[in-house]
């Protein structure tokens, strides 16, 4: 009978042509699936760095909306103590306290020799006064 006749999809073993060029067009896919994974590594890559980079970004427009703040640069003079020994940095557009410090050595050193030259200068003016 004709109806008994039916068609399905079942293994067949290959001839070795058949295989010699599945072999060939597997190591074709093998070699696009590695060159598609290196580009999907480098993209990721680059927006993992894009990421990052807006996160800064965020975090920083975060701190000024916070904070009511943000860093700038402010005109600082440092006003020195001697006997005390400290010397301290001034705002100088609101006049706060921004740091206190030990006076160094090489700035105290500086210091003294500057007394020195103002006594000579001193000492002379009084020797020899202008007419």
């Known amino acids: 009978m004709k109806d008994d006749l ?6 067949v073993n290959l001839t070795a042509e058949e295989l010699a060029a599945y072999s060939q067009a597997l190591a074709v896919e093998v070699e696009n699936h590695n060159t598609l994974v290196k580009e999907a590594k480098a993209i990721a890559k680059a927006c993992k760095k894009n990421i ?16 009511q703040k943000e860093p700038r640069d402010v005109s600082c003079k440092w006003d020195f103590d001697f006997n005390a020994n400290t010397k301290r940095l001034i705002r100088q557009d609101t006049f706060e ?4 410090r030990v006076i160094e050595a090489s ?6 020799q500057l007394m020195e030259v103002a006594k000579v200068v001193e000492t002379a003016t009084e020797e020899h006064p202008e007419e």
């Open 52 to 67: 990052d980079e807006k996160k800064g970004d965020v975090d920083i427009l975060a701190y000024k909306v916070r904070s």
């Open 6 to 11: 039916v068609t399905r999809s079942l293994d």
């Open 107 to 112: 700035e105290r050193q500086a210091y003294l």
């Open 97 to 100: 306290l921004v740091e206190t």
